[in-house]
């Protein structure tokens, strides 16, 4: 079947060649951006996450292989949300063009092509685990504005290129192409500044008071952070600190509407609003938060000031039943991460945080409330917008990167990193100060070693803080001799063992290996 647009009796769908293929192209794309506005415009209501490319976005997040989630994190970092919307709108883009030139010639299966968006996107938000019926109908309108805008392009394009067509025809077309792209980028970016003033919690995380902990800590010394230029320093500011999670869109939570349930095996099950939280005894705890996706010298590992309550209290309360093994935390937007009970109850200092650094927590790490369990990775102890806590076993169920390949066990492993200088920097030769940071959370770290052209010498250490902290470290190398060196770094815990040389890659449990660099000496 040819199913090319007829106009008054006649096939007129003339205009061949790169003109009308690129009108084709286009008014393809104005359909896809009209539809693109119309889900924002829904999701105004229905919600953030609802909006079509979050949830394709969020559902090609959970739907991607570890290996391609991995090299996401390694490559884009904490930018590998933008990344991944951008190859979102590239696709999007790519096909909706492509749509458009099929629908000069083949106009239904090309409104099949606009409605499998639809499809698409209702099935992505249907599949969030956060989602509820008012999550479909973003995508829904988007699909139907797709078609609708695709099949009314097309037939303006065709009444244009009809050979009896005059100047009003083509105005005709033009004007709709360029009026519907106008409304589309107004619709669309007024609907996403609509969208984030409407779910933003920055105001509501500006009125909360963090009352002063029960249990403060005094300030750190001086001496925790060797004086190296270009060292960071020794608690990571807010805004320098490392963010890997996997929500496109941020969850904006209300405080006053926040609670957090502690259920499942346990003997009474309890809720804790955000207020009754800010009433329990609160401490003051110094903790270094690594990710398991850390590549051997990379940098997602911060070092903060917390404030919270103590976990373990709550769980007693709750009176933990005899055979729950696994914490199985859930977040606003159905993260899940199992965290083992022992971990919380072993006298660390597992804690409900709500504060980092002398302020609430920052939206981004999980405000208004998330945990935080001393040594280990964070994708099984550091839920953030945490909202239930679940008492479970690991046998019955598995947290999300637990399903998809990683370990269920996951203790930081002991590492250690060359900060200062850069891989690759040229240095003056004579005296070259070599600085960094190394970690082996909730067991402390006892010595740093440097290897300089294969000879193991001892750093010096900063100042301990707790173990439970990372602890920076610095070496003074006299007598640098001019020429290219290889300088690598380790570690010993405070159980007295030397940091692993065998190289692991990321999966499943996290990175080992030393820390190599080059460092020319001119
Ligand atoms: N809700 C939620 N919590 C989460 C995650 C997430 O994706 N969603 N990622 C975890 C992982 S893998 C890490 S390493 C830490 C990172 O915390 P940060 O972003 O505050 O540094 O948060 C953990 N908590
Ligand atoms: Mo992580």
Same mark, same amino acid.
């Given at each position: 079947?040819?199913?090319?647009?007829?106009?008054? %009796?006649?096939?007129?769908?003339?205009?061949?060649?790169?003109?009308?293929?690129?009108?084709?192209?286009?008014?393809?794309?104005?359909?896809?951006?009209?539809?693109?506005?119309?889900?924002?415009?829904?999701?105004?209501?229905?919600?953030?996450?609802?909006?079509?490319?979050?949830?394709?976005?969020?559902?090609?997040?959970?739907? =991607?292989?570890?290996?391609?989630?991995?090299?996401?994190?390694?490559?884009?970092?904490?930018?590998?949300?933008?990344?991944?919307?951008?190859?979102? !709108?590239?696709?999007?883009?790519?096909?909706?063009?492509?749509?458009?030139?099929? =629908? @000069?010639?083949?106009?239904?299966?090309?409104?099949?092509?606009?409605?499998?968006?639809?499809?698409?996107?209702?099935?992505?938000?249907?599949?969030? #685990?956060?989602?509820?019926?008012? *999550?479909?109908?973003?995508?829904?309108?988007?699909?139907?504005?797709?078609?609708?805008?695709?099949?009314?392009?097309?037939?303006?394009?065709?009444?244009?290129?009809?050979?009896?067509? %005059? #100047?009003?025809? @083509?105005?005709?077309?033009? %004007?709709?192409?360029?009026?519907?792209?106008?409304?589309?980028?107004?619709?669309?970016?007024?609907?996403?500044?609509?969208?984030?003033?409407? &779910?933003?919690? =920055?105001?509501?995380?500006?009125?909360?008071?963090?009352?002063?902990?029960?249990?403060?800590?005094?300030?750190?010394?001086?001496?925790?952070?060797?004086?190296?230029?270009?060292?960071?320093?020794?608690?990571?500011?807010?805004?320098?600190?490392?963010?890997?999670?996997?929500?496109?869109?941020?969850? $904006?939570?209300?405080?006053?509407?926040?609670?957090?349930?502690?259920?499942?095996?346990?003997?009474?099950?309890?809720?804790?609003?955000?207020?009754?939280?800010?009433?329990?005894?609160?401490?003051?705890?110094?903790?270094?938060?690594?990710?398991?996706?850390? #590549?051997?010298?990379?940098? &997602?590992?911060?070092?903060?000031?917390?404030?919270?309550?103590?976990?373990?209290?709550?769980?007693? $309360?709750?009176?933990?039943?005899?055979?729950?093994? $696994?914490?199985?935390?859930?977040?606003?937007?159905?993260?899940?991460?199992?965290?083992?009970?022992?971990?919380?109850?072993?006298?660390?200092?597992?804690?409900?945080?709500?504060?980092?650094?002398?302020?609430?927590?920052?939206?981004?790490?999980?405000?208004?409330?998330?945990?935080?369990?001393?040594?280990?990775?964070?994708?099984?102890?550091?839920?953030?917008?945490?909202?239930?806590?679940?008492?479970?076993?690991?046998? *019955?169920?598995? %947290? !999300?990167?637990?399903?998809?390949?990683?370990?269920?066990?996951? #203790?930081?492993?002991?590492?250690?990193?060359?900060?200062?200088?850069?891989?690759?920097?040229?240095?003056? $030769?004579?005296?070259?100060?070599?600085?960094?940071?190394?970690?082996?959370?909730?067991?402390?770290?006892?010595?740093?070693?440097?290897?300089?052209?294969?000879?193991?010498?001892?750093?010096?250490?900063?100042?301990?803080?707790?173990?439970?902290?990372?602890?920076?470290?610095? &070496?003074?190398?006299?007598?640098?001799?001019?020429?290219?060196?290889?300088?690598?770094?380790?570690?010993?815990?405070?159980?007295?063992?030397?940091?692993?040389?065998?190289? @692991?890659?990321?999966?499943?449990?996290?990175?080992?290996? &030393?820390?190599?660099?080059?460092?020319?000496?001119?």
């Amino acid at each position: 079947m040819d199913d090319a647009v007829v106009v008054g %009796g006649r096939k007129r769908f003339g205009r061949a060649g790169f003109g009308g293929i690129a009108l084709g192209a286009l008014s393809g794309l104005v359909a896809g951006a009209c539809a693109l506005a119309a889900g924002e415009l829904v999701a105004v209501f229905a919600g953030a996450a609802s909006a079509p490319g979050v949830a394709v976005g969020e559902w090609a997040i959970d739907l =991607a292989p570890t290996a391609v989630k991995e090299f996401a994190i390694r490559e884009f970092g904490t930018h590998d949300k933008s990344a991944l919307l951008t190859g979102v !709108y590239v696709v999007l883009a790519l096909i909706c063009a492509a749509a458009g030139v099929l =629908a @000069r010639r083949h106009l239904t299966a090309a409104g099949f092509i606009a409605a499998g968006f639809g499809v698409i996107g209702i099935l992505a938000a249907a599949t969030r #685990p956060a989602a509820n019926t008012g *999550s479909l109908f973003p995508s829904l309108c988007a699909g139907a504005v797709a078609v609708w805008v695709l099949l009314w392009l097309t037939r303006l394009a065709a009444e244009s290129a009809a050979e009896d067509a %005059g #100047p009003t025809e @083509r105005r005709r077309f033009l %004007g709709a192409l360029l009026g519907a792209a106008a409304g589309a980028a107004v619709g669309g970016f007024g609907a996403k500044s609509w969208i984030d003033s409407r &779910y933003n919690a =920055a105001p509501a995380r500006a009125a909360v008071k963090i009352p002063v902990p029960a249990r403060p800590l005094p300030p750190v010394t001086a001496a925790t952070h060797p004086d190296v230029p270009g060292l960071g320093p020794f608690f990571t500011p807010n805004a320098s600190f490392y963010r890997v999670d996997t929500a496109l869109s941020v969850p $904006q939570i209300d405080p006053s509407k926040w609670m957090l349930r502690i259920r499942g095996m346990v003997a009474r099950p309890l809720e804790l609003t955000f207020e009754q939280l800010l009433k329990l005894p609160l401490e003051e705890h110094d903790l270094t938060l690594t990710c398991v996706s850390n #590549p051997v010298g990379g940098p &997602y590992c911060g070092n903060a000031r917390w404030i919270g309550t103590p976990l373990a209290p709550l769980l007693r $309360q709750a009176g933990v039943r005899t055979g729950a093994d $696994q914490i199985l935390a859930t977040s606003s937007d159905g993260m899940t991460i199992g965290t083992p009970v022992n971990a919380v109850l072993d006298g660390r200092e597992a804690m409900l945080a709500v504060a980092m650094n002398g302020q609430a927590l920052p939206i981004e790490h999980g405000f208004p409330c998330r945990m935080l369990v001393p040594g280990l990775y964070g994708y099984v102890s550091a839920t953030k917008w945490v909202v239930d806590l679940e008492l479970t076993t690991f046998a *019955s169920s598995a %947290g !999300y990167w637990v399903a998809r390949g990683w370990a269920q066990q996951a #203790p930081v492993k002991t590492a250690s990193r060359i900060d200062v200088p850069g891989d690759g920097a040229s240095v003056s $030769q004579g005296t070259v100060t070599l600085a960094g940071t190394a970690w082996a959370t909730h067991r402390g770290v006892a010595a740093v070693e440097v290897r300089i052209d294969g000879q193991w010498r001892e750093a010096a250490l900063a100042a301990s803080d707790t173990p439970d902290t990372w602890r920076q470290w610095s &070496y003074k190398w006299e007598n640098a001799p001019r020429g290219s060196h290889r300088v690598a770094v380790r570690a010993t815990d405070g159980t007295g063992t030397v940091q692993t040389s065998a190289v @692991r890659d990321v999966v499943p449990d996290g990175a080992s290996g &030393y820390h190599e660099i080059t460092v020319n000496a001119v």
